[in-house]
């Protein structure tokens, strides 16, 4: 195998491992899991009297100003009238940021560093039923029915399609330990991904709050601990459903439609994935050509310079055979002549010393 090619699949590996070190929460979301805790309708439809109330009579909600659309009037109202017992609080942005100031001043430069509205609409929803508890419900979500069945549970959220949860409706007691992760989870997910859509939603968004539920139950929690999640029958299409929903959402932006739009284009969307997988393709095995051409030319240079050196390399073996030769012919001269300081030493035979020479010559240079 070319090294070009090792490489090549080497820093695939190395990428696809990252990408699954990074993903790996979101990918769990692809097992739903959320009946095992579902509100059941024993839960919701039975006689509650029996049962303790454990989340707080507080409903919150939350917008810019008090001057809430006329859209989400009659629901808002109709909260209200089915719960007068309730405490009702509508925070709106001022009231948000003095909160988060007093009493979590460790959050406010990320509450303040948020692009987008919204995302501080989305956490300053889970910072009040951390210190409150009570029911948090979207302004496009307008009551149906009391909530009181959902409030002999320490905690819901709602399911959402395909899988996951949302954020739209939730309950808590104070300090649970769900939404104590939820808060302290936020300043690490403040991120821009680009696409404002994509930003919103896994930053404080349902998606955001999926990935939080998800790490929260890995490794079990006790039964005081454990997130109850209301199913959509319960939610909105059923008989018994507690809230009445309101078309028009309160935040989406023009790439939310766009994103929204591609399930009604799945056989687009799908050509669409194909032709970015076949570029993605045809980029790689660019890389890979450039690879072998960087090889191929440090190549040719290695050979282009192998080639240039051989004179050289004739000229340094010349010169070291000469020496030696001068060598040979020194050794021979002392053997043949006597120093007038060696008058004393013996005189070698002028035969004997020819025979010697004949030897040193007849060596291997």
Same mark, same amino acid.
């Given at each position: 195998?070319?090294?070009?090619?090792?490489?090549?699949?080497?820093?695939?590996i190395?990428?696809?491992?990252?990408?699954?070190?990074?993903?790996?929460?979101?990918?769990?979301?692809? +097992?739903?899991?959320?009946?095992?805790?579902?509100?059941l309708?024993?839960?919701?439809?039975?006689?509650?009297?029996?049962?303790p109330?454990?989340?707080?009579?507080?409903?919150?909600?939350?917008?810019?100003?008090?001057?809430?659309?006329?859209?989400?009037?009659?629901?808002?109202?109709?909260?209200?009238?089915?719960?007068?017992?309730?405490?009702?609080?509508m925070?709106?942005?001022?009231?948000? &940021?003095?909160?988060?100031?007093?009493?979590?001043?460790?959050?406010?430069?990320?509450?303040?560093? +948020?692009?987008? %509205?919204?995302?501080?609409?989305?956490?300053?929803?889970?910072f009040?039923?951390?210190?409150?508890?009570?029911?948090?419900?979207?302004l496009?979500?307008?009551?149906?029915?009391r909530?009181?069945?959902?409030l002999?549970?320490p905690a819901?959220?709602?399911?959402?399609?395909?899988?996951?949860i949302?954020n739209?409706?939730?309950?808590?007691v104070?300090?649970h330990?769900?939404?104590?992760k939820?808060?302290?989870?936020?300043?690490? +997910?403040?991120?821009n991904?680009?696409?404002?859509?994509?930003?919103?939603?896994?930053?404080t968004?349902?998606?955001?709050? /999926?990935?939080?539920?998800?790490?929260?139950?890995?490794?079990?929690?006790?039964? /005081?601990?454990?997130? &109850?999640?209301?199913q959509?029958?319960?939610?909105?299409?059923?008989?018994?459903?507690f809230?009445n929903?309101?078309?028009?959402? /309160?935040?989406?932006?023009?790439?939310?439609?766009?994103?929204?739009?591609?399930?009604?284009?799945?056989?687009?969307?799908?050509?669409?994935g194909?032709?970015i997988?076949?570029?993605?393709?045809?980029?790689?095995?660019?890389?890979?050509?450039s690879?072998?051409?960087?090889?191929?030319?440090?190549?040719m240079?290695?050979?282009?310079?192998?080639?240039?050196?051989?004179?050289? &390399?004739?000229? &340094?073996?010349?010169?070291i055979?000469?020496?030696k030769? %001068?060598?040979?012919?020194?050794?021979?001269?002392?053997?043949?002549?006597r120093?007038?300081?060696?008058?004393?030493?013996?005189?070698?035979?002028?035969?004997?010393?020819?025979?010697?020479?004949?030897?040193i010559?007849?060596?291997p240079?």
């Amino acid at each position: 195998m070319k090294t070009e090619l090792k490489i090549l699949i080497w820093a695939h590996i190395a990428l696809v491992l990252f990408l699954c070190y990074e993903t790996f929460d979101l990918m769990t979301l692809l +097992y739903d899991d959320t009946f095992k805790d579902s509100l059941l309708d024993s839960d919701l439809n039975s006689d509650i009297s029996s049962r303790p109330q454990l989340i707080p009579k507080i409903i919150h909600q939350t917008y810019k100003t008090n001057d809430i659309p006329e859209i989400w009037q009659d629901g808002q109202k109709k909260c209200q009238e089915l719960h007068p017992d309730y405490k009702y609080i509508m925070w709106t942005d001022e009231m948000a &940021r003095n909160f988060i100031s007093e009493e979590y001043p460790w959050f406010l430069k990320t509450f303040d560093s +948020y692009k987008y %509205n919204i995302e501080r609409a989305d956490s300053i929803r889970y910072f009040v039923l951390n210190h409150f508890g009570g029911i948090y419900i979207d302004l496009d979500d307008g009551c149906a029915r009391r909530l009181d069945p959902l409030l002999s549970v320490p905690a819901f959220v709602r399911k959402t399609t395909p899988s996951g949860i949302s954020n739209d409706v939730m309950g808590s007691v104070p300090r649970h330990p769900f939404f104590i992760k939820t808060i302290k989870s936020l300043e690490s +997910y403040n991120r821009n991904w680009l696409v404002p859509y994509i930003t919103i939603m896994y930053s404080t968004g349902p998606l955001f709050l /999926s990935v939080i539920w998800k790490q929260y139950k890995r490794w079990g929690v006790p039964e /005081s601990g454990v997130v &109850r999640i209301l199913q959509p029958a319960d939610y909105k299409s059923g008989p018994n459903a507690f809230f009445n929903i309101t078309e028009g959402s /309160s935040w989406h932006l023009g790439d939310a439609k766009f994103i929204k739009s591609l399930a009604d284009h799945i056989g687009t969307a799908v050509i669409g994935g194909f032709l970015i997988a076949i570029a993605i393709l045809s980029v790689e095995f660019a890389i890979y050509l450039s690879l072998v051409a960087l090889a191929n030319s440090r190549a040719m240079k290695k050979c282009i310079s192998f080639i240039k050196d051989i004179p050289s &390399r004739f000229s &340094r073996d010349s010169e070291i055979d000469e020496n030696k030769v %001068n060598n040979h012919i020194y050794k021979i001269a002392l053997l043949k002549r006597r120093n007038r300081k060696d008058s004393n030493l013996p005189v070698v035979h002028i035969d004997v010393a020819d025979d010697i020479e004949k030897q040193i010559m007849n060596q291997p240079m």
